[in-house]
């Protein structure tokens, strides 16, 4: 489904909720076509002619923002410039979601690639290392010039460590990404993840001041959104106060990790291995700051 934004750019939308395994896509009909991610389903691509789209724009290397490549045999893949091996080299891969660390933080082996809910067959793709060859790079504040319309590539790490918006600053009009002000909070769990950056993209987005925000799992916002982003990070920041609190004591990550702060209503393994990841992601900045310690044996206490 297409919704429009502003003149020749419009929201793929999914036909279901923009949540996992599916998200907000961005299609842009300028004098060079092109789209921004490409999770949306194959359903929401219907009303794109993809076969005349040149330009592939990708925030990230997360599996609901890639999976529909396929349908783009003309375009060229463009990523950032932080993630460009992730795309290549299965080594990476495994390394930036925290793959490598399964093991050590779960006491088992890991047999499955992150399926964690069933895939419709409008997901062209399945989760897991697949080489996808780019054919390009950009860095922050580079202009992508698409004829009559220009974007900013705007990297907003945190999410992940390549994580990147794309900013239309002539229509006031940003794609937020996984920055996607959704009531429940950021999603800053994986290995390439940081807390410091997480806090520092937000507060660029609202130096940026667009008037329109399009984020991937949640609908087009352009109302209060500095403090949207305000509410969106205090979770984080909260968090991190809970993590302090509970620090009065000496625990493990393993202790730590039975309080559910992250993950109230696990579900399967995958949530226990996220909510360890994100309390590994909050540990890293309490100690960056020096509020608190890591003993031998994996004990942590305040400082």
């Known amino acids: 489904m297409l919704i ?17 395994p599916y998200g907000n896509c961005m299609y842009i009909e300028s004098d060079s076509r092109a789209v921004i991610d490409l999770g949306a389903g194959a359903r929401a691509f219907a009303d794109v002619a993809c076969d005349q789209v040149e330009l592939a724009l990708l925030s990230h290397f997360h599996f609901d923002h890639i999976h529909g490549d396929s349908l783009f045999p003309r375009s060229r893949l463009m990523a950032g410039e932080e993630e460009r091996l992730t795309y290549s080299d299965e080594k990476e891969y495994i390394s930036f979601h925290g793959y490598n660390l399964w093991e050590s933080l779960m006491g088992l082996k890991r047999d499955a690639y992150g399926q964690v809910v069933p895939l419709a067959e409008d997901v062209l793709a399945r989760p897991g290392f697949r080489h996808m060859p780019l054919g390009g790079t950009f860095h922050d504040q580079d202009v992508i010039d698409l004829g009559g319309i220009s974007l900013t590539a705007v990297h907003l790490p945190g999410h992940t460590r390549g994580h990147y918006g794309f900013y239309l600053e002539k229509e006031g009009v940003l794609f937020s ?5 959704v009531p429940a909070g950021p999603w800053y769990s994986s290995n390439s993840a940081d807390v410091d950056d997480l806090i520092r993209s937000a507060e660029r987005i609202k130096a940026i001041a667009p008037r329109i925000i399009v984020p991937s799992h949640r609908r087009m916002q352009t109302e ?11 979770v984080v920041l909260d968090r991190n106060q809970r993590l302090f609190d ?11 990790a039975q309080f559910q702060l992250v993950f109230p209503r696990q579900q399967n393994l995958y949530e226990l291995f996220w909510e360890k990841m994100t309390i590994r992601n909050h540990l890293r900045y309490l100690i960056k700051y020096g509020l608190i310690q890591e003993l031998p044996d994996g004990i942590y206490q305040r400082v």
């Open 4 to 20: 429009p934004v502003v003149k020749q750019v419009w929201i793929v939308a999914p036909e279901t909720k923009p949540r996992y």
């Open 177 to 181: 990404a996984d920055m996607d002000l």
């Open 224 to 234: 209060n959104i500095s403090g949207q982003l305000d509410t969106y990070i205090q």
């Open 246 to 256: 509970l620090l009065k004591t000496p625990r493990s990550l393993e202790e730590l």
